[in-house]
């Protein structure tokens, strides 16, 4: 069992899926973005997002100029593909919840794509983890508290490290600054996948 180190209140598991593990992870990923192609989200203001997505589960999140959300159907009409197994096991092994993931948001990360500080509240109950998967180049993490104010602290990202936002840190404010290019051999192209796992009802 992998050793967890505490930042901020998130819990991470550095390495915790092995080379092997993390291609097939990858190779998941690929499959639901087949099914259901990755998009560019629309903020509010209907200006795109750098960072692409698609879900697997029961429910995917959208975002557009109606707002963020969680929808049963990919924006095309296509339902969401099933949370692949690979990804179900690692939420078995470190949520500590016995509900089962409702949604698998995936996240790509080009050279020059980023995350803003935001929370992650539009789900019903913040008693439930998300867990968290990074995937391919390393990641600039910034987690702050409750408020948009508090102060901030970063930690690199690794390919194969997984989180666990839970507790206090479950609505903390959290973003990607930036990648840093190059840093992995994991995706042919490059870039980021991150892969959150969350129960939304
Ligand atoms: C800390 N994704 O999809 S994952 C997101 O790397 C998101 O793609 C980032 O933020 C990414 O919403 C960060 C790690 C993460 C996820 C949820 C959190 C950190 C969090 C919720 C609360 C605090
Ligand atoms: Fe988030």
């Given at each position: 069992m992998t050793e967890t180190v505490d930042f901020r209140g998130v819990r991470l598991y550095p390495a915790f899926l092995d080379r092997a593990a993390q291609e097939a992870m990858v190779a998941a990923l690929r499959r639901i973005a087949e099914a259901a192609p990755m998009f560019h989200p629309e903020t509010r203001f209907g200006k795109p997002m750098s960072v692409k997505m698609t879900s697997a589960g029961r429910y995917g999140w959208v975002s557009d100029r109606r707002g963020y959300r969680?929808?049963?159907?990919?924006?095309?009409?296509?339902?969401?593909?099933?949370?692949?197994?690979?990804?179900?096991?690692?939420?078995?092994?470190?949520?500590?919840?016995?509900?089962?993931?409702?949604?698998?948001?995936?996240?790509?990360?080009?050279?020059?794509?980023?995350?803003?500080?935001?929370?992650?509240?539009?789900?019903?109950?913040?008693?439930?983890?998300?867990?968290?998967?990074?995937?391919?180049?390393?990641?600039?993490?910034?987690?702050?508290?409750?408020?948009?104010s508090d102060s901030t602290a970063s930690a690199w990202l690794h390919s194969g490290d997984?989180?666990?936002?839970?507790?206090?840190?479950?609505?903390?404010?959290?973003?990607?600054?930036?990648?840093?290019?190059?840093?992995?051999?994991?995706?042919?192209?490059?870039?980021?996948?991150?892969?959150?796992?969350?129960?939304?009802t």
């Open positions: 969680y929808e049963p159907r990919h924006p095309t009409g296509v339902d969401w593909p099933p949370i692949p197994p690979e990804a179900l096991a690692v939420w078995q092994a470190v949520s500590g919840v016995e509900r089962a993931p409702e949604c698998c948001l995936v996240n790509y990360y080009a050279e020059t794509a980023r995350m803003g500080l935001h929370q992650d509240i539009d789900e019903a109950d913040f008693t439930m983890p998300v867990v968290s998967i990074s995937l391919g180049d390393d990641a600039l993490f910034r987690v702050g508290g409750q408020e948009r997984v989180c666990v936002l839970a507790g206090a840190a479950r609505k903390a404010f959290h973003g990607i600054d930036r990648l840093k290019p190059g840093t992995s051999t994991l995706l042919p192209q490059g870039g980021r996948l991150n892969v959150t796992l969350r129960v939304v």
